[in-house]
């Protein structure tokens, strides 16, 4: 196999992978976000090597860069994909933020609650003393 076929493959992997990641992250299964992101990890380390022999197979490392070049154009739906799953995630870290914000403040009312009941509580038992 040559270069280009084996980015193509790896490219076509990351987008498995990436399509992947967006149902976990909609879901919340961040365990499965994690090992996605640990798969790409290694993809990326073969995807360089694969870029590197690219490049000393179409004479070096001067690759003038083609707008209809499909591997261009998967790059660019693959930074698209990416992207969509940077808002996903950031839409999750809002909700989250916005419910801890909501428990942080339930706990905090309880806690009030507490202490006017305790008060009086503690009041009371000292008059029968």
């Known amino acids: 196999m040559n270069a280009r076929h084996d980015i193509e493959k790896f490219l076509g992997q990351w987008l498995e992978l990436t399509q992947a990641e967006a149902g976990a992250i909609e879901s919340a299964e961040w365990s499965e976000v994690q090992e996605i992101q640990s798969t790409k990890a290694a993809l990326q380390k073969s ?59 339930a706990l905090r009312n309880l806690r009030r609650l507490q202490r006017s009941y305790g008060r009086r509580l503690d009041a009371a038992w000292q008059t029968y003393s």
């Open 47 to 105: 995807l360089s090597a694969a870029r590197e022999r690219l490049m000393a197979e179409e004479s070096g490392p001067l690759l003038a860069p083609k707008n209809d070049d499909p591997l261009r154009l998967e790059v660019g739906r693959l930074v698209s994909q990416e992207n969509r799953n940077a808002e996903l995630l950031a839409a999750q870290m809002r909700r989250a933020r916005a419910e801890q914000e909501k428990r942080a403040e």
